[in-house]
């Protein structure tokens, strides 16, 4: 009697990722694509094109690469940004954060750029007051930087503070 080792599909299997993984998932894709073809057509297929089981199809195969990335993705967080880390459950938490189209800048980037505003302009000032030598006496000069130091902090927290109450208000 002959034993048949059966072999995990690709996407389970363990161990460096090799050729013949990446030829084995793409023929699985090329036959879910194909099903997908054929039951567009109005054909259609019985069964999944890629596992060969009789209970579903291609799209819904948990042996499909691309459905399985899809899953993992999600479980991962789909929507993470980048720039802030920021996770969007929903569609429109993504759609609010990054934008309605790939063009659009993140709320995290507007933010930066407002806080990098609001303290370049703070900034400037304190630059133009020192070059129309209004720093008489070291006291004076400090408290203009003690106040500068409080000006930029202010921005800060408000930065964070609407970061905050964005997050809780998605709670």
Known sequence: MTTVELQPSVIYREGPITCADYTEAIAALRCARAQLESMDGGHGQSGCAVCEDGGHTAEACHHNPLVVARRVAWADGAFRCWHCSFVARTQDEGSEHFGLNDEATPQCIERAREAYRRTDEVLCGFAARMSRGEWFT????????????????DVVEAVNAQAAAETEARI
């Open 138 to 153: 070291r006291l004076e000069g400090w408290s203009e930087v003690e106040r500068l130091r409080e000006e930029f902090r």
